[in-house]
């Protein structure tokens, strides 16, 4: 079965620190990923993609991640972490439906 | 942009009331879905629609059921709400195809 995994829940990181969150995914022939992100309240808003081409994609606000086929992963990185950042952060993968990872609360300190 | 909007963004009813959510999309998307949120438990899909009239159950229907007569809504009724139904209600579309989900704001239903 299809199934996206978020190995943490929490992440607390100091301000200006790097971060990442990790996502694996169910291997499978085609792979569609996306990383969405949820403040206190809100829906959720897409982040990012990955459909084809470049193994490397990025956000406008200075995330970015990578499709690792070997690994099955599509981790997300942020060099330099704002407060602003606090936020849920889901992994999704495309198929019939979508699936959702459980999410990952990172908590920027300051 | 795509634009999804929801009736309420803050509900409140009675055990064993009957309720509404709606769901209106202004894109003219033919995918739209239902789903809750849970502390710790992440996006559980209720049920979607693939076109009008159209309706599949997702992982967790139980006590729920869904309309869409247009294009550009999509209603989930709780037929008699209760109190492990309060949650985080997020509707989304997306255009055919394995592209991105768009959602709403969520309507936050509490029942007592």
């Known amino acids: 079965a299809q199934s996206v995994t978020q190995l943490d829940s929490q992440v607390p990181v100091f301000e200006e620190a790097p971060v990442e969150l990790r996502c694996n995914y169910s291997s499978s022939v085609s792979v569609y990923l996306f990383w969405y992100v949820q403040y206190p309240n809100q829906g959720l808003q897409l982040l990012l993609k990955?459909?084809?081409?470049?193994?490397l994609v990025e956000s406008i606000n200075g995330f970015e991640a990578e499709f690792n086929k070997s690994q099955t992963s599509f981790h997300l990185r942020k060099p330099s972490v704002h407060i602003s950042d606090t936020a849920e952060y889901f992994c999704?993968?495309?198929?019939?439906?979508?699936?959702f990872g459980t999410g990952t609360s990172l908590t920027v300190i300051p | 942009d795509v634009k999804v909007t929801q009736s309420s963004r803050y509900l409140v009813k009675r055990t064993g009331e009957k309720v509404f959510l709606e769901c209106v999309q202004d894109m003219d998307h033919e995918n739209m879905f239902w789903y809750r949120q849970d502390p710790g438990l992440g996006l559980r899909l209720i049920y979607f629609s693939y076109d009008v009239k159209m309706k599949e159950k997702g992982d967790i229907p139980e006590g729920y059921s869904v309309s869409r007569e247009k294009k550009e809504r999509f209603s989930l009724i709780l037929e008699s709400a209760s109190t492990n139904q309060t949650s985080m209600y997020l509707c989304a579309t997306r255009t055919g195809g394995r592209y991105e989900q768009y959602f709403g704001p969520g309507t936050r239903l509490t029942v007592t």
């Open positions: 990955y459909l084809s081409g470049s193994t």
């Open positions: 999704a993968r495309a198929g019939n439906q979508f699936y």
